[in-house]
């Protein structure tokens, strides 16, 4: 591919852009990734970590303590990217929104305000010419729970798990506190177990750090996903089609079958024994749960329970 | 210096910016940057092209603008859009927080360059986003089908709550404001007008009517004030998710008071929380819990 000037303006901003925030980079990594010549594009890089320009006293000056270049063409962040430094523009508005979410989420673990940051993101939010609401959704006991984790203490505290109702006490060794499908979690080993679950961290009720100190792991893992499949419940209902947006989420749908009335059948899968209440429990008497015909004693036994508190 | 003959783009234009940068207690005229900075070309005309040429590569390639004063032929940087301590937290960010559903940001791009390994904070955008964003940098009309109707949309703002992304704005058929959460989005979102065709109301609350997206806030039915007694264990989730304030305590358990507007939102959250949740009052309210589950054990 030609190497014109466009395209090393362009290489080379990549380049210097991953040094600064990787701390180092290969630049035969770059010339593949970019399919030009690993020559040229040293060339390139030379050109810029290496410039120079006279002062009006006539005393050459190099720009050589920002990046170091390495007998092994790998450029290294010395000091600071002095270009980045200079530059006027506010970044891209979709580089912007990506900037605002992650720097969002990230305030949401600091122990205290941090005013670069929140000065940062009132930048980004004039960039955008759009108006973007991100919500403070840092739950109650994240800084506690990521306090634990830091100082390698134990975390003991109250729970209500997914799918249930009843609340129940926990000490964990908390390895990892992370974000994920809209929700915080810390994931770490239950005292006495060799699993490592994760807990939401919006549904511990109360929680506190153990004087209990215990060994940090290596590399914890964040999960792929949760298998719940052991908590599943599969029910079959005929409803209007409308009020499958009313069911409680997650679940899954299997083959909808129309009838000629503007109702539906389908088989929905629900995990949870407190989803599976819910679900019982919301749908009208326009909605008829069709099997299995423990689904359909648990309704009507769950519904007078709930109707006896009237 | 000696090198005027062998220079090369990428290095004149960062020389020029590293100079100008140098320069800013005394910004540089014309005949100064051509001097001092290596692999400029003799003769007037042709210095002050490849001065202009390279000012336009350094914003358009750099983002470094410059302005220049015609009375004193005198260059000045811009100043920066960020500082280098924000630039520097927001990778620090970038680094733990993985934005999916905007795409792959490039590679220039702060943040781009980042590793990736350390990643523990993923925040997932609904993939319509970035259309209903563009669209409202744009003041662009767009349609899209919700709940099997197509809708005509001057979308206003975006915003993320309880979990969910909401756009949020005037609807043309009903010509009133309407708020749709994006992942239920049945089709693409498609423009339905040219840029500029309508303007964000001046008294336009974004964070509002976001929250506002809550049917507690803004359903059909009367709003009342709801007391709800809560087991300890569950008041943290039903005010944390719903809202409202603890006002009374009663056996160990707790009483709070929410606002309601939509009876039906309110059962299908109260029953969520099995018999740790009673309503207590109004009337109106209990009497519509009561008859829903009567009416389920009359089946």
Redesign the interface.
Known sequence: MRFDKIRQFEVLNAVLAAAEERGTVSLAEFAERFDVDLDALHRVVADAVLCEFKTSTGDVIGFTRSFLLTEDEHLVLDESHWLRDLVSVPPEPEAALRLLLAGSAASALAPAAVPPLDSALEKLRSALSAEVVVTDARPEWLPLVEHARRAHKRLRFRYVKDGHTEASDREIEPHIVFSKWGHWYVGGRPVGAETTPSFRIDRIISAEVSDEEFEPVDTPTIPEWFDLSAAEHSVRLRLPRGELTSLPRPHRLGEISELPDGLVEVEVVITGDRRLDHLLVILGPECEVLGPPKAIDRRRAYTEELLALY | ?GRRAES????R???L???V???AG?PPTRA?IV????GYPEGDEANRKALRRDLS?L?E?????TDCDPAEDRYR???????????????????????QG??E???????????EYGR??????PHRT?AL??A??ARIPVTFVY?GRTRTFHA?????????WYVTGLEQESGGQRQFRID?IESDVSPAGAPGSYE?PGD?D??E???GVDPFRWGPDPKVTARVLLG???V??FV?EYGGTVVDHIDGDAVVEVEVAHYDAF??RL??????A?VLSPPAL?DH??S????????
């Open positions: 210096m090369r783009p990428v290095e234009v960062v020389a910016a590293a100079y940068s140098e320069r005394s100064e001097t001092d900075v290596p590569d914003a390639h750099f983002g470094i603008e940087l811009r100043r920066p859009f960020l500082t280098s301590d924000e630039r520097r937290v927001l990778i620090a960010a970038a680094t733990i927080a993985q934005v905007l795409g940001p490039d590679p220039d791009d702060i943040g781009g360059g980042v590793d523990f904070i993923f925040i997932t955008v970035l964003f563009e409202i940098r709940h206003y703002a975006l915003g993320e709550m309880t979990s969910h239920r964000v336009f974004a964070p009517a976001i929250r300890a264990d569950h943290q989730g944390g059962r299908w029953l969520s929380f099995g018999t740790h009673r209990v819990v009561r829903h589950l009567t009416s389920i054990v009359r089946t």
